[in-house]
């Protein structure tokens, strides 16, 4: 490019109607002029060639993506042995760029395919670039759904207020058979769990059909909210094709289930939207493959530009890598996971976080005292289902955890002088 | 885990029924004993936990992913600066993994959440791991589509054989009302194109609605196609949430279009096998976000990975990051994904490899000399619709390369010597 078509690439955000855009931030390390890097990024993710050979037009002003944040600093090389190594002085740089959604619409696909796109990783001179960020007008927000029941919604569900969700992964999660698995829940459920849910490896398979596993857990729920007092919840997974999505929500729903799990970057975040917008239940979306996308420091995807977009497409609940060095994300990242869930986003509910990841009583404190909220699911595993006096116990320890918890809020609370 | 636990993760390959095990080629970085790496490894991606507190059962000789092969080195570092930096002595380690498909049966959703999910990114003390291959049993494969038309069915569809099939992505992408966008098409047609293309960041969208789009396109085509005496297609866009595709289908196929194309990872690869089961005519796989996946050597999925499951779910041609520095792929990777859409896959017919990026005439000598079939398509974007001479003039300057390079083969072909 030449210099004024760099230049093009640039613009002043206070000349722009916010609404007409969204603002992306990336970080990338370049070789040559960070400059002309950044205005290919623009240009690689909306108008790669900007007119007609022979024809006085220019498509730049309306369609074009816009730099309108920048800084570079020289490095001494590349961050990642990745192949493709640029000519020239290196760079890294950080840019904010304004793209206009009217190039693609409240489509998910064709958001994923501009912010994450051949345009994006494809820049010539840009081997490692990552999507830190995303953030969205209102105008395009109001297009999509977001969560059916949210934060309120799934505590009125469960009426449980003031206190973190308790969940539980029956497990053994991979064999064993639907009379079994919801005997062992149902002790869960006893114990004091809210939630059981199926593991997200677990499918509608020959050993355990969903029809049959929801029925039984529908039964098994009845049960233990009956004898408990408490209300209780069936997370049944329906991960499946899209194209049996709906159809599996019908069933489980019918024999059971009163919340859904849904495996969202397997199924495609499209996938999850099309749900939502059939579901009579809350969606819980859980996190395989996001650590390909997002582990890799300075490159692919900042993890909570996905937690967003699956609150965007409508999960009522986003189950992500938690805390601990087990799941291998830093503390921060978790974190600004579980703010993307609650922090205002337009007028879309707060979904909740649930941050996991062989989490058990002795977890609970820790996890409590980072996110500073009762805003969270809390989901076991081995915790409760692994646990020395079988899941009724382990379910048991966590709510004693709970309560120690709380009592020391409380006294806590008790002991803070009164102000007015 | 304790010694006999790990070693009732690994197996004989003779031992096992071929039938039920897909195979998974890893390689991974770890910290400590690197078969308890392996053992967590298969242990997580299938029966985390295998039994119940207090019952006698184990559900690994069934439904356990199971090592077949094993070699590890030590290594004095990670290649890569992830966090979870694990403790203990490094190794890096290859194996291969026989996993039961009858653990979730065959679902790319639940596939994907197996072999890339939770259990794969997540294991303790490795950091660092890669999918690098999978391979199915017949028993498996069997259950998918594949391409409906493939290499063959492409080749009849356009009249063209022995000779690369010739793309053109008509440009400007992004803001060219439908009736020049056509103009220009019929001009690349005219001038020796066989397929113009949507871009793949052109959608359904108000300035060019795929109606209209399709329907201009259409009767340029005929036009084309009446003036050059050869057959030529239009292939539409589609990407769009998984709940339109069939309908977009329905319109693009009606108003014209004669293949489609689709952002694969964007929309899932599910939404890509639920549109094979209704299309009617051929699917062109995209690549939007494959690079964040696949670029970090040593971590995430290798892209032949992703060209198989495409395949698998029915492209009949993968487009994908193709030769040149702009593309920052080695070319041994590019040549895996070429091996993957030709080479034998059960009854699964091949895939028409398209390996783009910044081609035009200048390029496709490279690129002819390198594939070594003439079993690929050869796509241009500003390498046609940006060349000096307009896209007549850019169309028939590929053709004529491409008019060179057979007329060089033949010649060599005649200096042979006949052998019987």
């Not at 199926?198 to 009845?222: K, N």
Request: proline share 8%; charged share 20%.
């Amino acid at each position: 490019m030449k210099a004024p078509d760099i230049e093009a690439f640039f613009a002043d955000r206070r000349a722009l109607d916010a609404a007409a855009y969204l603002e992306l931030d990336y970080v990338f390390e370049c070789g040559g002029d960070p400059r002309v890097a950044a205005a290919h990024l623009c240009s690689e993710q909306s108008t790669a060639q900007w007119q007609r050979v022979g024809v006085d037009e220019d498509y730049r002003p309306r369609h074009a993506a816009k730099i309108i944040a920048f800084r570079s600093e020289p490095i001494s090389a590349l961050s990642l042995p990745v192949p493709g190594a640029p000519a020239g002085p290196l760079h890294r740089v950080q840019v904010t760029i304004a793209h206009p959604h009217g190039n693609f619409g409240p489509r998910i696909p064709n958001l994923l395919s501009a912010v994450m796109g051949e345009g994006v990783y494809h820049v010539p001179g840009v081997p490692v670039i990552r999507l830190e960020d995303l953030r969205f007008p209102e105008a395009y927000l109001a297009a999509f759904p977001g969560p059916q029941f949210g934060v309120e919604g799934l505590r009125e569900l469960l009426g449980a207020y003031d206190r973190p969700i308790f969940l539980g992964v029956v497990k053994p999660n991979i064999g064993l058979a639907p009379a079994p698995f919801a005997a062992i829940a149902e002790e869960a459920w006893l114990g004091g769990l809210d939630i059981a849910k199926d593991d997200e490896m677990l499918a509608d398979i020959d050993w355990s059909p969903l029809d049959e596993r929801a029925r039984l857990m529908g039964e098994a729920r009845a049960r233990a909210a009956a004898a408990t007092g408490e209300r209780k919840l069936y997370m049944a997974n329906v991960t499946d094709e899209v194209s049996q999505l709906c159809a599996l929500h019908d069933v489980a729903v019918a024999r059971g289930a009163g919340a859904l799990l849904v495996n969202s970057l397997p199924v495609g975040l499209s996938g999850l939207r099309m749900l939502r917008e059939h579901a009579r239940v809350p969606l819980f979306a859980h996190f395989p493959m996001l650590a390909a996308l997002t582990r890799v420091p300075g490159y692919g995807v900042h993890s909570r530009v996905l937690t967003k977009l699956q609150r965007l497409c409508g999960a009522d609940a986003v189950i992500m890598p938690g805390f601990g060095e087990r799941m291998m994300v830093p503390e921060a990242e978790v974190m600004a996971n579980v703010r993307a869930c609650l922090e205002p986003m337009g007028t879309l509910k707060p979904a909740l976080p649930v941050p996991g990841g062989s989490d058990s009583a002795d977890t609970l404190p820790r996890v409590y005292a980072t996110i500073g909220t009762r805003d969270f699911g809390f989901v076991c595993g081995r915790g409760i289902f692994g646990h020395a006096e079988g899941p009724r116990g382990g379910a048991a320890s966590v709510r004693a955890a709970w309560t120690r918890l709380a009592t020391q809020d409380a006294a806590r609370d008790m002991e803070r002088p009164v102000k007015d």
